[in-house]
């Protein structure tokens, strides 16, 4: 089989039609560059070229192959690169998990950033509740996940990425829509509201079972839901109240009002990167490091 070093010679030579300056051109004397022309032939089982004291000639056999020299020539140093990239983390590939919460706020800064570090990579994103992301990080099916503060493990490494209010979701009609100011988690007593399921949805559920049992505060939860926009939806039909991320504003409903209210911690809502530590993913660890020295980024 001919090598990269026959293919180069042989380019130099058709290209230049002369041997000597084929061996200027690519530095050598000219008693090696014929040898390796002499090889391919060989191996090839044809004549590429027509040699004369005066002259030298592509045969037809040698103009078809010319152009089969310069493509797997070309091909192969885009393999170099993209091998060299790779192992430096300006390409490759990386595969996200993201929370559908969490594309309303963090996702799409976080998409931003890794299209300026790593504009070579290959994003996969892949829209899971964070149980299944803690699953995927551990069998090392993701390289980063944008999970809630439950996401732990041994082998996990985790950083704050941003830090959200609560806000309330109301029907239009609905008698708190229409107060002016901040409302009180006190005016959800006793109101129609619609809760996160303490399965799909389990950091939500938990995080607004606190604060209602720390205010002495007992809705009435009509429906469980996993996912913001399907809370969201049902708001809108009228249905009941609802909490949700201030990000979730940004989803248009004709007829939700959104008001703000007043909490002990007045941001709330958490979520994190998460990653494994032992992951050797060169374009992970660039996007990280771009995260972690411009804190806008990632919080």
Same mark, same amino acid.
């Given at each position: 089989m001919f090598t990269l070093t026959q293919l180069t010679s042989f380019v130099a030579v058709a290209e230049e039609l002369h041997f000597t300056r084929?061996?200027?051109?690519?530095?050598?004397?000219?008693?090696?560059?014929?040898r390796?022309?002499?090889?391919?032939?060989?191996?090839?089982?044809v004549q590429l070229l027509d040699r004369t004291n005066r002259s030298v000639r592509l045969t037809p056999a040698g103009r078809a192959f010319l152009t089969e020299a310069r493509r797997i020539l070309r091909q192969s140093e885009h393999a170099t690169l993209a091998v060299r990239?790779?192992?430096?983390?300006?390409?490759?590939?990386?595969?996200?998990?993201?929370? $559908?919460?969490?594309?309303?706020?963090?996702?799409?800064? #976080?998409?931003?950033? &890794?299209?300026?570090?790593?504009?070579? *990579?290959? =994003?996969?994103?892949?829209?899971m509740v964070t149980r299944d992301q803690l699953e995927d990080l551990t069998e090392s099916r993701l390289d980063?996940?944008?999970?809630?503060?439950?996401?732990?493990?041994?082998?996990?490494r985790t950083r704050p990425a941003v830090r959200e209010r609560l806000l309330a979701a109301l029907p239009r009609g609905h008698g708190l829509a229409a107060r002016d100011g901040t409302l009180e988690i006190t005016d959800f007593d006793g109101q129609q509201f619609l809760m996160y399921s303490p399965t799909e949805?389990?950091?939500?559920?938990?995080?607004?079972?606190?604060?209602?049992?720390?205010?002495?505060?007992?809705?009435?939860?009509?429906?469980y839901l996993s996912?913001?926009?399907?809370?969201? $939806?049902?708001?809108?039909?009228?249905?009941?109240?609802? #909490?949700?991320?201030? &990000?979730?504003?940004?989803?248009?409903? *004709?007829? =939700?009002?959104?008001?703000?209210?007043e909490l002990p911690t007045p941001r709330p809502v958490e979520l994190n990167l998460v990653w494994r530590e032992d992951n050797d993913n060169p374009a992970l660890h660039t996007l990280l490091r771009r995260l972690e020295s411009d804190p806008a980024r990632g919080s």
């Open positions: 084929a061996a200027e051109r690519l530095q050598m004397t000219q008693p090696p560059l014929s390796q022309i002499q090889l391919l032939e060989n191996d090839l089982g990239q790779v192992s430096t983390g300006e390409a490759g590939s990386i595969v996200i998990g993201f929370t $559908a919460a969490s594309a309303y706020s963090m996702l799409g800064t #976080l998409l931003e950033t &890794a299209r300026e570090v790593v504009p070579r *990579a290959e =994003i996969v994103l892949r829209e980063l996940g944008l999970g809630r503060p439950s996401v732990t493990g041994p082998d996990l949805a389990r950091y939500f559920n938990e995080l607004l079972i606190s604060i209602f049992r720390a205010a002495h505060v007992a809705p009435v939860f009509c429906q996912q913001v926009h399907s809370i969201l $939806a049902l708001v809108n039909c009228g249905l009941g109240v609802a #909490l949700v991320p201030e &990000a979730a504003a940004r989803l248009r409903y *004709a007829d =939700i009002v959104f008001k703000p209210i």
